[in-house]
């Protein structure tokens, strides 16, 4: 995992927000390729702010620095549309799955991310944290201050690791959940939503509840296998 580079693709007014926004973050912003989803550079403009010295690059370019240079990409765009189209040419384009980090998330100093992270809008990475390669975070959620997130795990709107806390491979946190300051949670758990973890939690297991308990002690059928379905609460 390295400290994320972050390009910047976009054009006009939204650009200008994007690039103000991210003027107060410690993410690594490598520069920007102004585009407005055709195969073209858009026109130097007035409603961008953008400066000469801020451009890496045009659009012919954009696969060369996708693999060479950043990790994951900001998309200045204010219709969706445009973001999808965005998102469509940089994955056929890139030889690794592009991570996503939108402008409105708050990335720390010496934060570590694997490839192909998702990090939604309103999300707070704090100093010192790390993320796995394919992970994804909703709106909202919280990263504190030396938490590590595995690789392939789905955090839900709201959940969060205070500082130090650890989860493995393919945890799934629910919605509003909390992992309270040292506590670890294993590989391919599941803390449903609205849940606190006060303690450790073993690998394969389903919690729930404040503080958690134990729903269900193993989800793998036989101890390494793929997890059945959750039960019916």
Known sequence: MVQPKVLVLGYGIELRRV????????????????WSGSDSPVMWDEESGLQ??????????????????????????????????ALRCCQELAAEVVGIISPEARIGADVRMGQ????????????????????????????GIGARCGDACVLEAGASLDDLSRIGDQVFLGAGSRVLAGCFVGRAAVVLPGSVITSDVGPGTIVSGIPAVVVESSVFSDGDG??????SL
């Open 19 to 34: 690039l103000a926004l991210l003027q107060h973050s410690s993410m690594d912003l490598i520069g920007v390729i102004p």
């Open 52 to 85: 000469r010295h801020q451009v890496v690059g045009s659009f012919d370019q954009l696969a060369t620095i996708l693999d060479q240079q950043a990790t994951a990409v900001c998309f200045a765009f204010s219709r969706p549309a445009e973001r999808w189209e």
């Open 116 to 143: 192909a992270v998702v990090i939604d809008q309103g999300c707070s990475v704090e100093s010192g944290a790390s993320l796995g390669t394919a992970s994804l975070l909703l709106p909202g959620v919280r990263l």
């Open 226 to 231: 793929p997890p059945r379905p959750l039960p």
